[in-house]
């Protein structure tokens, strides 16, 4: 699962975060399906959603994506004055195999790609 809290500044918050939560109704799973692929994925919210948590399966066969997709913001966000955008992740069960010599090592999520349009 992966855990990830999405903050700009104190007081923009884009979503997430134990203080206010998620919104749950625009968050859902999109996996390659579209294209053929045998990917799949789910999302949960827990702890009174406070946490968004994602398991996915890639198969390379096909689209070879399993990813969690936000519906738009309600009106236009001018971050022009903001420096950058945190992304907290964490990992809490992961994939391993014997390719990583039998150490039972967690290992990372595959990549992360965040995505904005300028719309000027």
Request: hydrophobic letters at 35%.
């Amino acid at each position: 699962a992966v855990v990830a809290t999405v903050v700009a500044a104190a007081d923009l918050r884009l979503d997430g975060g134990t203080q206010y939560g998620w919104d749950t109704s625009a968050w859902r799973s999109q996996v390659d399906g579209v294209m053929g692929g045998k990917s799949s994925g789910s999302l949960s919210f827990e702890r009174n959603d406070s946490v968004l948590s994602f398991t996915g399966d890639v198969v390379l066969d096909g689209g070879g994506f399993s990813s969690v997709r936000k519906a738009g913001f309600d009106e236009s966000l001018d971050l022009t004055s903001f420096a950058g955008i945190v992304v907290t992740l964490e990992t809490t069960f992961g994939y391993n195999d014997d390719d990583d010599g039998g150490s039972g090592a967690i290992r990372p999520p595959l990549g992360l790609h965040l995505q904005f349009h300028d719309t000027t």
